[in-house]
């Protein structure tokens, strides 16, 4: 045995509150001792002293087994040369992930605590502790380093007690954890502010006892008679505000501490939730409750769960008394939070819960209550964080939904650096860019100045600012692309006209509706402004090209009793040169002029061959063929090309070729020929397609 009586003493409390693991806390004692045999603490004690002051901490709180042992092993890992896989192997996974998580969170130091960032170092050392109770050792193990603070040179006090006071109190509040949030206030306050805390202190050490005088004689009394009287058993108590929470309402309310009457505080602590109003009527029947002073945190629990009525009244001689009423459930976690949940009563066995599950328990508890969503909103935006918290390669934190990529990232940090993101580094080493960041990466962003946003990234990207900014990029490209497109379907127009493009655009835009250059060419490129429709605008009146029938031709449309159907061999739609056929059983069959059975019927019967014109609105088969370099997805791009342009496909056959190209045959619906001209320089803008057109046997 390592240990000598004085240590024995020194964890005997431990030993005793689990009586039937004695072997595995003297394991785990006598292993501190060992790894920690020559470290001193800077106050001249052995170093174990202070974890095993941690885990008397955590036994305060009730915390379970693995807990303890793990608040007396929290600085092997760190301090010594311990190994994760050590502790795993002689204290189980649960202690070994406990101790892990606190030395990961104690590297993790902010740069500047004023920093407005200070809130997400917060949530990220919460986050970051998958399992709370790394927190809550955490939290224990700063409690004790605070008790023993004056031992350090003075700089590096006001630094521990200013990280102290920003980050580790606050998150002692949000868990709920009022003992030890107001141990670390008030020793910080200590340290940050000596003269001001020495004034409030002998500020409450003055009156405190003429007002437990007054509480004992006029506030507790009639209080109790009445309850007796009603059968509702109940606990009185009073305990004074803390310190630095009076110092605070000084400063809040612009007050003399002498105009601070409610230092000290009467709590009624009941059985039951529904004594709790029971005992708030009595004591609003007594004492006469101050207007606007009644709060009811039991129907809407605070964000950190704390649930107690509040009301001040007016005792006698006018003095004002603040008095809490809540139930011992209330109580135990009001002052303990979360690690209440942990806690275990007399004679039970240690209840080891699981990650988090105490929080379904409350949310059963209060679901009837009428702001239960707000509640759980705000628990889940406490607690359950749907952040992930991430550092850029200077250390700067940067906060993005949970399942955020490395190109959320870069769009978050600039709009350039996304668009021309080529790569990410995690913790040094090249992810994919649909990587799910990781609480506390660090994030590097490889860019290249060519690089473009992949319309891809929209499939994994959470953040609206990346989608937004990847689909504007995109857009900026296929507009682009319109335009050169459209300046080079004009620029065949030059010769007939005589004049440069520009000039052609200037006619358009007078003789259109269309207001801007951009506009005219993007909507040539789509089909939407027909090259036809150019030269009717632009022509003399008498030299147009008229759409209108040609003499002698007839218009299917004017002969309404004419049966007329579309051939299904060429598919011919609106808008396109046709024929009509005399049938003897469907009428007149339209066939489009470059249809093979056309020009062999116009060769044999060309009695039975009418020219005709033919401008019907409504859907048209029309069947289209496709060769490309035959890589992966392009059938699907072409596809959503295709649907993207709003037309319906009926039919897609795809076949290699071995030479290397893919041949796909469509058949699709379209509303005229522009439609289908539109989308046909859609595909062929498809990277890889070399070839598409109709077809039309
Ligand atoms: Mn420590």
Redesign the pocket.
Known sequence: MLLDDKDVRNYTDILNAFPDKREIIIKAIEFIYEKHKHQKRKSGEPYVN??IE?AKILLDMNMDLETVIAGLL??TLE?TDTTYEEIEGMFGKQVADIVNG?SKI?KIKPKNIADPEVENYRKMLIAMSKDIRVIIVKLA??L??MRTLHFLPKEKIIRIAKETMSIYAPIAHRLGMWDIKTELEDLCFMYLFPAEYEKVRKFVARSREALETYIKKYIIPPIKKELDRTGIKADIKYRSKHLYSIWQKTIRKGIKLEDVHDILGVRIIVNEVRDCYIVLGIVHNIFKPVPGKFDDYISLPKPNLYQSLHTTVIGPKGRMVEIQIRTYEMHERAEKGIAAHWAYKEGKKPKIKENFSWLQEIIENIKGSKNTADVINSIKENLFFEEVFVFTPAGDIVVLPAGATPVDFAYHIHTDIGNHCAGAKVNGRIVPLSYRLQQGDQVEILTHPHKKPNPQWLSFVVTSKAKNKIKQALNQEKKEKYRSQGVKLLEKLKERFNMPVENIVEMIKEKTRYVSEEDILINIAKGKLSIKQIINLLSPSEKKVKEEKPEGSLSIEDLKNVMYSVADCCKPVAGDKVYGVLTRLKGVVIHHEECPNLKYIKAKFPEKVLEVSWNAKGKFKARLKVLAKDRMGILSEITSVISEKGANIREAKAKSLTTGIALMDFIIDVRDKDHLNSIISAIREVENVEECGRVFT
């Open positions: 202070h974890p941690v929290h600085d301090d606190v104690s193990d700063r004790h380093n």
